[in-house]
């Protein structure tokens, strides 16, 4: 799955209340994790970027990806918009055109 790319766009996963979003991000990133099939990178955008800010129920499982290799970028302009930017606690902060490339260059782009 090298050549993939999962991409958040939101502060969790699914449509649901807030915590249920936050806890089944968590459990997908373990889950992720656990299976060894890891993506090349994870992109977060619009809200997106709280999972990896100060706070976030998933700094764990995101710490022990961007560890095994797996590249975390981080959409700036989003980070700025929710004054964010000094909260980050894992991955890389890049731009709209980071977000545009990884998406070309993947084989695979899989939203969650």
């Known amino acids: 799955m090298k050549n993939a ?3 958040f766009s939101r502060n969790g ?7 249920l979003q936050s806890k089944l991000a968590k459990k997908f990133l373990r889950l992720t994790i656990e299976s060894g099939n890891l993506p090349g990178k994870i992109l977060f955008y619009t809200e997106g970027v709280k999972l990896a800010c100060s706070g976030s129920e998933a700094l764990e499982e995101l710490q022990e990806l961007e560890a095994k290799g797996v590249e975390l ?3 700036l302009t989003c980070l700025d918009f ?6 980050v606690k894992v991955g890389v902060v890049g731009g709209m055109g980071d977000i545009l490339t990884a998406i070309q260059m993947a084989d695979h782009v899989i939203s969650v």
């Open 73 to 75: 970028v981080l959409c």
């Open 5 to 7: 790319v999962i991409v």
């Open 13 to 19: 996963m699914g449509h649901a209340p807030v915590e």
């Open 82 to 87: 929710f004054r964010l930017t000094d909260q």
